[in-house]
């Protein structure tokens, strides 16, 4: 089972539309980041993993959430 299918179950639960998703894949491809965006996620960050970015991506979507 994709991680994306996994995902989707708790996404739609009742309250966990703030909860910020991010996509964390060594895809980098366009189509990777839009299928993670279509599955409910909302950002998508490449592997290896920069943690600048990384850190910078969970600020602004929990800023986003409040």
């Known amino acids: 089972m994709s991680n ?6 708790p996404a739609r639960r009742a ?3 703030c909860v910020p998703i991010l996509a ?3 895809n980098a491809f ?3 980041t839009q299928r993670a965006l279509g ?3 909302n950002t998508h960050i490449v ?3 920069n943690v600048d970015v990384m850190l910078s991506t ?3 979507c929990v800023a986003a959430a409040r």
């Open 4 to 9: 994306l299918r996994v995902i989707r179950p």
């Open 30 to 32: 366009a189509e990777d």
């Open 15 to 17: 309250g966990a539309a």
């Open 24 to 26: 964390m894949t060594a």
């Open 47 to 49: 592997k290896p993993i």
């Open 58 to 60: 969970i600020a602004s």
């Open 39 to 41: 599955a409910g996620m």
